[in-house]
């Protein structure tokens, strides 16, 4: 494949300022934070394609400077409650010390759903929806927090919180949670069919879309589970999901 077009690649770009994107003070879409500029047909600012995709995915990968000026990436669990993204971790981490005091950050996010499997190399490319959201996090206190907790629980296991106990003070004084508001991100969906050149489409090579996906499994017991002790409901309604 040849690089130039770089299709296989799940990337933001920019955005142009006033173009693509969620709404952010003008100070900020003037930065180009938000500014697609590759393959920005690709581009989005429907807030409910947003929403869908963050609620779709358990995983964010979170992005910061850090004081030395070394960049770091990290993976986390994400939640999105209405209007922000909840991250969470333990206060020791080093990278949610420095978002919870104000280093900005941004979150991206990404699912991909199929292989467009174009008459080339060059054209081929994933089916894929792609987020950054950027911002200062905030940092969540006493209910706040233990209610942002039971949200994270709930995205990842739903119904789950009724069935465990209560976090003790000291859990909850060892765990970070952090929000971040959505009002500043880029959005890009692709989609369909592939967009071969018509002397690829008159040649012989086979085109389509192979869709892929990731499914729940039957729950395995941990080794030291007492005997006597069923799958609970939240648990079986996953398994069910397939």
């Not at 964010?60 to 922000?84: E, K, Q, S």
């Not at 333990?90 to 499997?117: H, K, L, Y």
């Amino acid at each position: 494949m040849r690089r130039g077009k770089g299709k296989w690649a799940v990337s933001m770009g920019e955005q142009r300022p006033g173009e693509e994107g969620g709404a952010a003070p003008r100070a900020a879409r003037d930065q180009g934070r938000t500014a697609i500029t590759r393959l920005a047909e690709y581009g989005s600012r429907e807030r409910q394609v947003l929403d869908q995709l963050l609620d779709d995915q358990f995983v964010g990968h979170v992005a910061l400077v850090r004081a030395d000026g070394y960049p770091v990436i990290l993976p986390t669990a994400i939640a999105r409650d209405g209007d922000r993204l909840l991250l969470h971790g333990s206060t020791g981490s080093r990278w949610m010390r420095m978002a919870a005091a104000g280093a900005p950050v941004c979150v991206e996010v990404t699912s991909a759903d199929a292989i467009i499997v174009a008459r080339s190399a060059f054209e081929s490319s994933l089916r894929y929806r792609s987020a950054v959201v950027f911002g200062v996090c905030q940092r969540l206190e006493e209910r706040e927090k233990e209610a942002a907790l039971d949200v994270l629980t709930e995205r990842l296991i739903p119904g789950r919180a009724a069935e465990v106990r209560r976090p003790t003070a000291r859990e909850l004084a060892a765990t970070l949670v952090l929000s971040l508001p959505l009002a500043e991100w880029s959005l890009k969906v692709s989609g369909g069919w592939p967009d071969d050149p018509g002397e690829d489409v008159a040649g012989h090579a086979w085109a389509g879309v192979v869709p892929f996906a990731v499914a729940y499994g039957d729950a395995a017991p941990a080794p030291d589970l007492r005997p006597g002790i069923e799958v609970p409901p939240s648990v079986r309604r996953l398994a069910e999901r397939g």
